[in-house]
């Protein structure tokens, strides 16, 4: 699948003497520096009808043409699948993914994804990185996610999330009482020795910060809402977990199951049969890529994490009774 790309642009005064590559960037926002490279590598876009090198400089009033023919970015198959939609538009598509889905092809999922169900729904998918993919969740946290249906629109919600713009709120239910919510500021890299986890590493980490406010407390167990500020791999996992306040349910960061003493029957068996970290994401806010208006999509929480708190209601109170922390 492919489409044709017709562009030109003039150079500007204030962008006289700099690299072609970067003021090609600044002209045509919507494609990827490293493709504007290739382009002009393989005399796609040419500068004044001449071929040039991406690190040869610019005169201004110079002339920018590309003609090039915009290739499939992805070779994953389109499989049919339900998808709950929450908006789309000629940008974007707002999904509810579910827990259990993978997000992208890799070992041991080679099909059955989410971005395999979108290319079905989107074929012009194909045309964007990652299949448009801008953020993801791991395979069993559930929630909102955005995907950009068109280059232009990647781009920008790249930039959005790079600025850390993007609002991200969580729901997460975490083993433990907590006094009140927080700020947890610790990098985050692989693991030293589990090389299949991420932990928080004092040297060689990448930034991460999350925020954390409890909006529900129970004998034993807490109902926080959690919001990002970066997005590493498994960052709240990891970082709840650094505290000492793991997951529901997460097999890989809650250590073995922990049951309160006494725990009811009824409580036992919805810790022990909640087999994933009681993670959703319900809330995300951005920018729309098209419009500039401010977008916000909400998503009630699922069957399973509505059961789980539920139980914790009337099995795990606080010294005898619920108490509500809005």
């Not at 406010?213 to 500020?229: D, N």
């Amino acid at each position: 699948m492919t489409d044709r790309v017709e562009l030109e642009a003039t150079v500007p005064e204030d962008q006289h003497g700099d690299r072609l590559d970067q003021v090609a960037a600044r002209l045509f926002p919507d494609y990827s520096r490293s493709r504007l490279q290739a382009w002009i590598r393989q005399g796609q876009l040419l500068l004044d009808g001449r071929q040039c090198r991406p690190r040869d400089k610019v005169v201004a009033g110079a002339r920018l043409r590309v003609e090039a023919e915009l290739e499939q970015e992805i070779g994953w198959q389109p499989q049919a699948a339900e998808l709950d939609i929450i908006h789309e538009d000629e940008s974007i598509i707002v999904l509810n993914k579910a827990a259990g889905l993978v997000v992208h092809p890799a070992a041991g999922h080679a099909d059955g994804t989410l971005v395999n169900a979108l290319l079905a729904h989107a074929p012009e998918l194909a045309q964007v990185p990652r299949g448009g993919i801008v953020h993801r969740l791991d395979k069993e946290t559930s929630g909102l996610m955005v995907v950009a249906r068109s280059l232009a629109a990647h781009s920008h919600l790249v930039a959005q999330l790079q600025a850390r713009s993007v609002k991200r709120e969580y729901c997460a239910v975490c083993i433990g009482v907590m006094t009140g919510g927080g700020t947890i500021d610790a990098p985050i890299g692989r693991h030293p020795r589990q090389r299949k986890k991420m932990a928080v590493v004092a040297v060689g980490g990448k930034p991460a910060i999350t925020h954390y406010r409890v909006t529900r407390r129970f004998g034993h167990h807490t109902r926080v809402a959690v919001s990002l500020e970066t997005g590493r791999t498994h960052q709240i996992r990891v970082h709840m977990a650094h505290r000492h306040y793991p997951l529901v349910g997460d097999p890989v960061y809650g250590g073995r199951p922990r049951l309160p003493p006494g725990a009811s029957d009824a409580l036992i068996a919805a810790l022990r049969g909640f087999s994933r970290q009681a993670l959703h994401a319900q809330a995300l806010g951005l920018v729309h890529p098209a419009t500039g208006s401010a977008c916000q999509f909400d998503v009630p929480l699922p069957a399973d994490m509505q059961e789980l708190l539920r139980v914790l209601e009337t099995e795990d109170p606080v010294d005898g009774y619920t108490a509500n922390v809005y």
